[in-house]
Antibody, heavy 120, light 107 residues
Framework: QVQLVESGGGVVQPGGSLRLSCAAS????????MHWVRQAPGKGLEWVAI????????NYADSVKGRFTISRDNSKNTLYLQMNSLRAEDPAVYYCAKDGAGDSGYFDCWGHGTLVTVSS | EIVMTQSPATLSVSPGERATLSCRASQSVSSNLAWYQQKPGQAPRLLIYGASTRATGIPARFSGSGSGTEYTLTISSLQSEDFAVYYCQQYNNWPRTFGQGTKVEIK
C-alpha cells in the first residue's frame, strides 16, 4: 500500500539549516505531485510547498519562500525539503503528502510526520 | 490568499447523533474543497474531495456538500472513532489553505 516515511527532523538553532526526507513506496512516485504540509504544536495545518511530478515546477508558501527548497529524486522515490535560515515560527511537525490525482491539489496520503524544533 | 473559516470551533455530540460541520471560503473555491480527519498524534486522513466525493475506504456516514463559498461535512451517526479534529482545505487557488479546524468531542 501507499507509504510515506519522513525523516531528518530534530533540534536546530535559529538561523540554522535542516534537510527533511520523505521515502515513498507503494505507488508510482514519478507520476505524482508531492507536497510538504506543517503543523505547529497545538495548531492547525499549513501548506508549505509543492513540486511537480517531474520536478519541473515548484511553489511555496510566502512564509517559507526564499528560505526553503523542495526537491525530489524520482530514481530514489524520495522527496526532500531543505530548510535554511530557520526561525522561531518554523517549529512544527512536517508532513509529506501525496497529491490526490496527479495534480489535483488535495492530499490523499500523508506520512507520519517529522518534528522540527528551533531552539538556542 | 483564500481564508477558510470553520464553525463551530468545538462541537459536542453524543454517540449515534448527527454532526454538521461548516466551512466558509472568503471567495468561491468552485467545489475544489477537501475534508480531513485528524486524531491526536496522527497524520490527517482524507475524507472528502471535490466537496462531496468520499475518499477510498471512507464510510458512507461521512458526506460532504456545498458549492461556491459554503460547504458542509455531515457525519450521520457518530461512532466512537469519529471523535477527532476535522479540517477543510481549498485547492482552487494558490496557496492551498486550510480552515482552523473543528473539534468533535463527546457530549
Amino acid at each position: 500500500q501507499v507509504q510515506l516515511v519522513e525523516s531528518g527532523g530534530g533540534v536546530v538553532q535559529p538561523g540554522g539549516s535542516l534537510r527533511l526526507s520523505c521515502a515513498a513506496s507503494g505507488f508510482t512516485f514519478s507520476s505524482y505531485d508531492m507536497h510538504w504540509v506543517r503543523q505547529a504544536p497545538g495548531k492547525g495545518l499549513e501548506w508549505v510547498a509543492i513540486i511537480r511530478y517531474d520536478g519541473s515546477d515548484k511553489n511555496y508558501a510566502d512564509s517559507v519562500k526564499g528560505r526553503f527548497t523542495i526537491s525530489r529524486d524520482n530514481s530514489k522515490n524520495t522527496l526532500y525539503l531543505q530548510m535554511n535560515s530557520l526561525r522561531a515560527e518554523d517549529p512544527a511537525v512536517y508532513y509529506c503528502a501525496k497529491d490526490g490525482a496527479g495534480d489535483s491539489g488535495y492530499f490523499d496520503c500523508w506520512g507520519h510526520g517529522t518534528l522540527v524544533t528551533v531552539s538556542s | 490568499e483564500i481564508v477558510m473559516t470553520q464553525s463551530p470551533a468545538t462541537l459536542s455530540v453524543s454517540p449515534g447523533e448527527r454532526a454538521t460541520l461548516s466551512c466558509r471560503a472568503s471567495q468561491s473555491v468552485s467545489s475544489n474543497l477537501a475534508w480531513y480527519q485528524q486524531k491526536p498524534g496522527q497524520a490527517p486522513r482524507l475524507l472528502i474531495y471535490g466537496a462531496s466525493t468520499r475518499a477510498t475506504g471512507i464510510p458512507a456516514r461521512f458526506s460532504g456538500s456545498g458549492s461556491g463559498t459554503e460547504y458542509t461535512l455531515t457525519i450521520s451517526s457518530l461512532q466512537s472513532e469519529d471523535f477527532a479534529v476535522y479540517y477543510c482545505q481549498q485547492y482552487n487557488n494558490w496557496p492551498r489553505t486550510f480552515g482552523q479546524g473543528t473539534k468533535v468531542e463527546i457530549k
